[in-house]
């Protein structure tokens, strides 16, 4: 019998057999991050882009997260996306796109007032409107310190209550960001980082507040940012101008150190049969709904159509399998902070709230 959800995974592209929904669609177990398309010193050019995002979505994938913040304000994720929507109209209706947005114009500092909010989520459906593509989800791409987070969430249901927009996320919040928020508005997904070498959600409560008020997570940079590829073997192997340059965790002093859970890793996907950042991906999504954890959606991001075909690639892990993947984890200590220390400081919301 082919009911009503089946004609809408139909009508998406997708297989009846994913039952996994955001903001009401269904949506494919893996996402697809957009970043590396517009914000990085020399992003791809605009066929290769096409060809990419179309390669992700003949994969399956048809949940896009991209930023207003992944650029500038005269190119970032929009404006790819409207240059896409144009050439492939088909297409409009067969994705679900989730843009982080709310910080200063052609900055990262978090600016939730009611004012840059409202500017930020109008930006957003006027370049998407141009090639007939709706806003589906808003995200606060950061906590904005000195604006509680209240008057951000009622400022974007606004655009909700009006049906402009789809529906409103968060992105690197607490715990008690997420009930507040969720007070206000109905909160249809959280992004947090979550991979291999980054699980903090698990003991900080956003991962089991997500699961109690049945938030699905969008776990970015499930592959640690091209880390648990096992392409880069070394400090010096990261281009002159990659931002990743930057990042504590691949500095020089800590490179060493973490490079032991790539080199684990690799043996774990030998007997696998497959790649390290494909266990990667499936030891996310293993622990999706399991054990009192919420939905997970992990958003590996790509540039080229081999590694987007690459990482919509997913392995069945056994309960042992995932143990042993645990067991790594245990073994291997991670050395330095996620972000330099002027954006270490916003991750999970950790002033105004808290």
Known sequence: MTTIIDKAKSA???????????????????????????????PPSQS????????????????????????????????LLQEYFTEYPSDVNKVLISIKGGSVPNGVKPDGSAENTRRSIQECICVLGKAGKKLDI????????????EITMRSAKEFVDRGELGGIALSECSAETIRRASKVTKIEAVEVELSLWETTIFDNGVASTCAELGIPI??????????????????????????RRHLPRFSKENFGQNIKLVEELEKIAKKQGCTPGQVGVS????????Q??????????????????ENMV???????DVKEIDGLLESVEIS???????????VFGLFYDD
């Open 218 to 243: 969008v776990a970015y940079a499930p592959l640690s940012r091209g880390f648990l590829t096992g392409q880069i073997r070394k400090y010096e192997d990261l281009p002159e101008n990659d931002m």
């Open 336 to 346: 330095g902070d996620r972000y330099a220390a002027n954006m270490n400081g916003l």
């Open 12 to 42: 998406m592209g997708m297989s009846s057999d994913s039952t996994t929904t955001v903001a009401g669609h269904p949506i494919h177990k893996i996402g697809y991050g957009l970043m590396g398309l517009t914000w990085r010193a020399s």
């Open 138 to 149: 808003w995200e606060s791409a950061r906590v904005d310190p000195e604006t509680p987070i």
């Open 292 to 309: 009192g954890m919420p939905t997970f959606i992990p958003t590996p991001g790509s540039t080229t159509v081999e590694r987007v075909k």
């Open 314 to 320: 997913s392995i069945e892990l056994s309960e042992n």
């Open 48 to 79: 290769q882009s096409f060809a990419t995002m179309k390669a992700a979505l003949n994969a399956g994938s048809n949940f896009w997260n991209g930023g207003e913040i992944y650029g500038n304000a005269d190119r970032n994720s929009l404006h």
């Open 283 to 290: 030891w996310i999504l293993a622990k999706s709904g399991s």
